[in-house]
């Protein structure tokens, strides 16, 4: 079990840019989670996929966010146009489904807009 | 609205103490309750779930208790250690498939 693992671990750019995240679920797992988490607080929820279908999105997700999975393995979070309220930790996690709801999650990647 | 309530002040206990976290939900009826545990810089690590028709779960020193009607969950660490020290986050299953986590505990077992 190679556990979630999520790249890059830490991202620094300017406000306006755009940046990509790259999540690689456990392999065998079909759900796949973004969460944004910023200091003091818990993760909160962005978008969910099952297998390669996106089947939920928060209304935190704006359009400047969007996500894909595209065979269903590994996910990317592109944020374009960023601002300073974009900063924050952002997790990714994955589940094999229903027979367990528990969630298996990544370090996160760590967003700093100058 | 729905929230999910924490204590939000870190706990500070002796080692070897009994570590009691409080959840408290409102406006939810959860079928089951998970809690995590998260290190600084790192993701959370699933602990325990409980169901809504189980009072109590156990796992090594740890035990979650659900009350639904109360709406709260208790979360106790048993002859606690240092290595026990870090943020533990409750997470009432809410509608969908995501997670909706309160704000987390910081909890400090000093030695």
């Known amino acids: 079990d190679t556990g979630v693992s999520q790249d890059p671990r830490h991202k620094i750019t300017k406000r306006g840019q755009n940046v990509t995240f790259r999540c690689d679920p456990i392999?065998?797992?079909?759900?796949l989670y973004w969460y944004r988490q910023t200091l003091g607080q818990g993760p909160e929820f962005l978008t969910y996929f099952q297998n390669e279908a996106q089947l939920e999105k928060s209304r935190l997700l704006s359009d400047r966010f969007s996500a894909e999975r595209p065979k269903g393995s590994f996910s990317t979070l592109e944020i374009q146009r960023t601002e300073q309220g974009d900063s924050a930790m952002y997790l990714c996690?994955?589940?094999?489904?229903?027979?367990?709801?528990?969630?298996?999650f990544g370090d996160g990647t760590r967003l700093s807009i100058l | 609205s729905q929230k999910i309530e924490q204590n939000s002040e870190a706990l500070n206990i002796q080692e070897g103490k009994t570590a009691t976290l409080t959840c408290n939900y409102t406006n939810y009826s959860p079928a089951y309750l998970q809690w995590y545990r998260q290190d600084p810089g790192r993701g959370p690590v699933f602990l325990l779930l409980?169901?809504?028709?189980?009072k109590e779960k156990r796992k090594e020193r740890l035990k979650v208790t659900f009350d639904t009607t109360l709406k709260q969950s208790l979360f106790h660490i048993t002859a606690s250690q240092p290595a026990d020290s870090a943020t533990y986050l409750c997470a009432p299953h809410n509608a969908g498939n995501m997670l909706t986590f309160g704000g987390g505990t910081r909890l400090m077992v000093k030695p």
């Open positions: 392999s065998e797992h079909n759900r």
């Open positions: 409980i169901r809504e028709n189980e």
């Open positions: 996690a994955s589940s094999p489904g229903d027979s367990s709801p528990a969630q298996h």
